[in-house]
């Protein structure tokens, strides 16, 4: 007869064990962008504020807030792009390390200056400056999604082995997309800082409509 026991399931510590040497669960930092990404964009709503006029006045004055609901509509959109992109990114990420953390520390870092770029812009959005400084932080946060995920897939390093190529050079593709129309965007600023504002408005259309994109890539290299 068989004595033998069959084996016990894999404990809480034994599951934090198979990680390597070195590396950690993504919980945490997925729960930290969770957080910064709410507290952000909650802020963005501080700068409309109900102007001190009579009825008669409330029209009139209320459309003078024009750019600040513009900033706030596009930045909000902005931002929940940037999340959606950060959490698809951790649908294949499997695991962290120091470096990783630090990285998306940086991240979350220029995420929380959009509220203070955005001010800026929507006090002056017909000035270069005003652009040049909104685009900069845009960038930023788009480049630093982009050495995360390519981090995270240099030779497999957080992801799985066999996660795909062209899944990890669509994730570069769609982290670098964004940041070059903000590049566009200052350019144009040069000639008219109104037209940087309407390549910044649609810049959230090539996420929340995909095929965008694909017309994109033909007119791109035609």
Known sequence: ????????????????????????????????????????????????????????????ALATLWPKFLGYAVSFLLLGIYWVGHRNQFNFIRRADQNFHWMNIFFFGVVCLVPFSTGILSRYPDTLLAVTIYG????????????????????????????????????????????????VAMLAGLIDPRISLVIYAMVPLLYIFPGLQHIWTYLAHR
């Open 1 to 60: 007869m068989d004595r033998t026991s069959p084996p016990e399931p894999p404990s809480a510590a034994s599951a934090q064990r198979a990680h390597p040497i070195g590396q950690m669960s993504t919980h945490r930092v997925e729960a930290l962008a969770d957080g910064v990404f709410a507290i952000v964009m909650t802020l963005l709503v501080f700068d409309l504020r109900l102007p001190d006029a009579t009825l008669a006045e409330l029209p009139a």
């Open 136 to 183: 900069i932080n845009l960038i930023m946060i788009g480049v630093a999604l982009f050495f995360i995920w390519t981090y995270a897939t240099y030779r497999g390093h957080l992801v799985d082995a066999d996660l795909p190529r062209p899944v990890v050079r669509l994730g570069k593709q769609r982290s670098l997309l964004a940041p070059a129309c903000y590049l």
